[in-house]
């Protein structure tokens, strides 16, 4: 009974998905929300998670030759104005700062967006020599984004991301960075996230303002939506032009520098709900899970339950694995059940008959399978199965993608594989005007071209003969 009255505290993930999502973020402590329209107060569990990925990811970056910087929030209005693409692009959602201690500022200030202008400003200073080059920064920061539509992780008017940052000599250098860094961010998503993505080159129309070019990371949900979980830019040589970014370089020339920049966010955690949860809440992957394994002594009452229980957590504390031993007055149904929905990979249940028999009751998160595991070298097993859950858990989230993409022939066929909730295949010319009716006719979008050989010579949209064809990927998103 109290199993059922738990889980009814949250949306039916398949008659009501997106307030599954809001009752998940907010009865398992994510988020809650900030005093401030569109805002979110990431809560310790939430933040939690987001430092298991920041950690992942920083070690990646300074693995490739990144190093962390940070660089002022506040943005005087004139650097901004120097790319006029880049302008445009923002002005809808920038927060300017016009009075400070009391006094009109003689120069507005923009709130962060994004920091390509000051970050090039500085760049401008920095750079004088191709031995200056490569400069490989990255920022962990926060933004603002005066979004009109919000929802906590996806869209909110203030986020946490890293942003990256880097200056080469060559083209080709650059655009090796921007496809590299695209692969970064898909292993990770794949190893650490348990989330398998499709990359690969946005349209015209959805590259990020100012860029050259911009590649996207795309996710599937489990409501057949498709979630940007990732970016990465090739800027040429536009900002670095709009900012006097000039090296002398070996040939003994004064050179504009060429530069990318690339960026996850918080948004992150969004897709680990919309990719893993289930009806019962969050299914989080050990590798960001903030606990990986609960302890819950049953019976705690009796003589050496709460010692055996203690003792377990210790071992497998020492042994690296996050655990947390739940002593709390509460019955273990409410701890179990509270557990679940907090996602956490692993629940150990300690009672006299299992210290009797040598044993533990093990619940696994992801498959709510319930078995019997040796106290004796407990440590290394609860290791081995949290390998086993974060591998089961991408293979399950790969099986059902795979399951949810379709080849669309034509617009009917389009409509109907958008309807079934999966992305569509197709075959597209690049017209933006094709491009302007998948969204017009069907709410979906150009996600990202693949790197494929097209099923076709005729456009999907139009039916005509294509001169330039794609195999590109169509979703509904968020």
Wanted: aromatic share 8%; glycine share 6%; hydrophobic share 40%.
């Amino acid at each position: 009974m109290a199993e059922k009255q738990f889980v009814k505290e949250i949306a039916d993930i398949n008659g009501d998905f997106p307030q599954w999502y809001t009752d998940v973020v907010l009865k398992t402590q994510l988020v809650d929300y900030g005093p401030i329209k569109g805002t979110m107060v990431i809560r310790p569990y939430g933040y939690a998670i987001w430092e298991n990925i920041q950690r992942e990811l920083d070690a990646r970056f300074k693995a490739t030759g990144h190093q962390n910087a940070y660089f002022p929030m506040l943005i005087p209005q004139s650097l901004l104005l120097k790319e006029a693409e880049h302008v445009e692009g923002f002005a809808p959602e920038v927060a300017m700062v016009h009075v400070a201690g009391g006094e009109k500022l003689a120069e507005p200030c923009v709130v962060r967006p994004t920091s390509e202008t000051i970050i090039c400003s500085m760049y401008s200073k920095w750079i004088n020599s191709y031995r200056d080059l490569p400069l490989k920064l990255n920022q962990w920061a926060n933004v603002v984004r005066w979004e009109k539509t919000t929802r906590p992780f996806l869209r909110t008017s203030e986020f946490l991301w890293q942003e990256g940052h880097t200056v080469h000599a060559t083209q080709e250098e650059s655009m090796k960075e921007t496809i590299d860094m695209l692969h970064l961010y898909h292993d990770f998503a794949r190893d650490v996230l348990a989330m398998p993505t499709f990359i690969g080159k946005k349209s015209e129309k959805e590259k990020f303002a100012g860029a050259e070019a911009t590649y996207g990371m795309e996710a599937m949900m489990l409501d057949g939506k498709s979630l940007q979980a990732g970016t990465t830019h090739h800027f040429g040589q536009k900002f670095s032009k709009a900012y006097d970014i000039m090296f002398l370089d070996k040939d003994g020339k004064h050179k504009h520098a060429w530069q990318s920049s690339w960026g996850v966010s918080t948004r992150l955690i969004g897709a680990i709900i919309m990719a893993h949860g289930d009806q019962r809440g969050l299914v989080l992957p050990p590798m960001v899970a903030p606990i990986q394994a609960v302890v819950i002594p049953v019976a705690a009452h009796k003589p050496g339950v709460l010692e055996k229980a203690r003792e377990i957590a210790d071992l497998l504390k020492n042994a690296g694995i996050r655990v947390q031993l739940d002593d709390r007055d509460q019955s273990p149904g409410w701890k179990f059940n509270e557990w679940e929905m907090k996602g956490v990979p692993m629940r150990l249940e300690i009672g006299p008959r299992d210290i009797e028999n040598g044993v533990a009751m093990v619940a696994r998160r992801d498959t709510c399978e319930k078995f019997t595991m040796p106290l004796d070298g407990i440590a290394q097993s609860a290791h081995e199965l949290l390998a086993t859950i974060q591998t089961n858990m991408y293979n399950k989230s790969l099986a059902f993608r795979d399951s949810h993409v379709k080849i669309a022939h034509n617009m009917d066929e389009l409509q109907q594989v958008l309807d079934s909730q999966c992305f569509a295949k197709v075959v597209w010319d690049q017209d933006p005007a094709c491009e302007a009716l998948f969204k017009e006719k069907y709410q979906a979008t150009v996600r990202v071209m693949l790197d494929e050989e097209p099923f076709q010579d005729t456009c999907t949209c139009c039916g005509e003969k294509c001169e330039h064809p794609v195999v590109a990927l169509v979703a509904r998103a968020y």
